[in-house]
């Protein structure tokens, strides 16, 4: 396995792939022969889903300069490091399905990226710094232990599709629903309280046990269909 990994690494070195497929390689940690003197100059995309790496290297800018792409989907990484922050040209980053607890601030610094996959960790709390992510068009944090969304996601003015479904989300900030690109906020499975539903975009779908009123308990639509009480019949004498 060693061997066949070298040397699909040092064809896409010589040829100068702009893909490296890296899945299901039961990989541990990056291959050092992706790190190796002046790395791979002219990789874009880079898939390394279904392994079990547990962090990124430090130079992975350095070694990766123009990576536009990067998954990492079901790996058992925890930390997001410093050194993601340097990726300069990325647009793509899959990191669902680990073990991550932290989203270090650097994150703030991928101007370029559009698409963020978050889910099926466990995060508690993300950066302010991702609402520096100017250029962010989608982004799933669904399946985590977030009790609260960034407080600067409202600055990421070309965010269209937010899925933060099965978190620990008790409130919608208003801010929020006044995105002008955003589509979709999805958010089922929370402990919201309430829904500015005045403001919602326009694709909205909340989590059932909401209400608009703090005071006023919602009821779940299987309840309200068994509240309607039938007429009764009368027996024939």
Same mark, same amino acid.
């Given at each position: 396995?060693?061997?066949?990994?070298c040397?699909?690494?040092?064809?896409?070195?010589?040829e100068?792939?702009?893909?490296?497929?890296? =899945? $299901?390689r =039961?990989?541990?940690?990056f291959p050092?022969?992706?790190?190796?003197?002046?790395?791979?100059? $002219?990789?874009? #995309?880079l $898939?390394?889903? %279904?392994?079990?790496? !547990?962090?990124?290297?430090?130079?992975?800018?350095?070694?990766l300069?123009n990576?536009?792409e990067?998954?990492?989907h079901?790996n058992?990484?925890?930390?997001v490091?410093?050194?993601?922050?340097?990726l300069?040209?990325?647009?793509?980053?899959?990191?669902?399905?680990?073990?991550?607890?932290?989203? &270090?601030p650097?994150?703030?610094?991928l @101007?370029?990226l #559009?698409?963020? @996959?978050?889910?099926? =960790?466990?995060?508690?709390?993300?950066?302010?710094e991702?609402?520096?992510? @100017?250029?962010?068009q989608?982004?799933?944090?669904s !399946?985590?232990?977030?009790? !609260?969304?960034?407080?600067?996601l409202?600055? &990421?003015?070309?965010?269209?599709y937010?899925?933060?479904? @099965?978190n620990?989300?008790?409130?919608v900030?208003?801010?929020? &629903?006044?995105?002008?690109?955003?589509?979709?906020?999805?958010?089922?499975?929370?402990?919201?309280?309430?829904l500015?539903l005045?403001?919602?975009?326009?694709?909205?779908?909340?989590?059932?046990?909401?209400? %608009?009123?703090? =005071?006023?308990p919602s009821?779940?639509?299987?309840?309200? !269909?068994?509240?309607q009480?039938?007429?009764?019949?009368t027996?024939?004498?």
């Amino acid at each position: 396995m060693a061997s066949e990994l070298c040397k699909t690494i040092s064809e896409a070195k010589l040829e100068r792939h702009k893909n490296l497929f890296l =899945n $299901y390689r =039961n990989l541990h940690q990056f291959p050092l022969e992706l790190l190796k003197d002046e790395g791979l100059q $002219y990789l874009e #995309r880079l $898939y390394m889903k %279904r392994n079990s790496l !547990t962090t990124l290297p430090e130079n992975l800018a350095q070694k990766l300069p123009n990576l536009v792409e990067l998954y990492l989907h079901s790996n058992n990484i925890v930390v997001v490091p410093e050194a993601i922050g340097s990726l300069v040209k990325l647009q793509f980053l899959d990191l669902s399905d680990n073990a991550l607890e932290i989203v &270090c601030p650097e994150i703030g610094r991928l @101007r370029s990226l #559009r698409h963020l @996959r978050l889910a099926n =960790n466990q995060l508690k709390y993300l950066p302010a710094e991702v609402g520096d992510l @100017r250029e962010l068009q989608t982004l799933d944090i669904s !399946t985590n232990r977030l009790i !609260t969304l960034p407080e600067r996601l409202h600055m &990421c003015l070309s965010l269209q599709y937010l899925t933060a479904d @099965r978190n620990h989300l008790w409130y919608v900030p208003r801010h929020l &629903c006044q995105l002008p690109s955003l589509n979709e906020l999805s958010m089922a499975g929370n402990r919201l309280a309430f829904l500015p539903l005045g403001e919602s975009p326009r694709h909205w779908a909340g989590d059932r046990s909401a209400k %608009r009123q703090e =005071n006023k308990p919602s009821v779940p639509k299987e309840k309200e !269909t068994n509240k309607q009480t039938k007429p009764k019949q009368t027996k024939p004498n």
